[in-house]
């Protein structure tokens, strides 16, 4: 329901984590996996991704999601640091064959 998210605390909003996805950011991080690759989400998938993500929360903390997107929202409007339309509506990278 709250932020930081990911295992080290590295993303602030739910805005960051699926940015940090839709770019496909494992191709420049040797600690991440390979295969993630850039996933071409518009601003309005994102909103709509998060919308969903926050609906998942239960009815009894209600009024806590709710100020909480509210930060947040006001937070991406400002600050998107995993934001990189380019490299999310760029060329695929290549994928290298399977082991046989």
Do not use: C
Request: hydrophobic fraction near 30%.
């Amino acid at each position: 329901m709250t932020g930081p998210y990911f295992h080290d605390g590295s993303q602030e909003t739910l805005w960051d984590v699926i940015d940090h996805y839709n770019k496909g950011a494992g191709l420049q991080n040797p600690y991440l996996d390979e295969d993630i690759q850039p996933l071409a989400l518009s601003e309005r998938d994102i909103g709509d991704l998060v919308a969903f993500m926050t609906s998942l929360t239960s009815a009894n903390y209600t009024e806590q999601a709710v100020a909480e997107l509210a930060r947040q929202r006001a937070l991406s409007q400002t600050n998107r640091p995993q934001r990189d339309t380019a490299r999310a509506f760029g060329p695929k990278p290549p994928r290298t064959a399977p082991p046989k």
